[in-house]
């Protein structure tokens, strides 16, 4: 487990929000989430906040075999941040 990183869940964006806001129709749990800025996106399973070592993701993964993959990814986002590379690739 990561040190001195918090893991939190956020509840998913329903589904008209998603919709309205990008045109992709997805069903209720969305799995998504809203990005904040620096993020290059608008909406994601998960999101990592470099300089405040928090990693979010959609509460709805938390009963999918597929979280550890998503917060995997973020974690490995945590660690080249915290080494110095740019991030701007992944």
């Known amino acids: 487990m990561p040190h001195q990183l918090q893991i939190v869940p956020e509840t998913d964006v329903s589904t008209s929000v998603l919709l309205a806001a990008t ?6 749990p969305t799995g998504m989430i809203a990005c904040p800025q620096p993020c290059n996106v608008r909406y994601a399973a ?4 470099y300089d405040r070592n928090i ?9 999918s075999d597929s979280l550890a993959f998503v917060l995997e990814y973020e974690f490995e986002n945590q660690i080249l941040a915290a080494l110095g590379y ?4 992944r």
């Open 23 to 28: 045109g992709l129709e997805r069903p209720d």
């Open 46 to 49: 998960a999101y990592s906040l």
């Open 55 to 63: 990693t979010r993701y959609a509460a709805s993964w938390e009963n």
């Open 86 to 89: 740019s991030l701007k690739w």
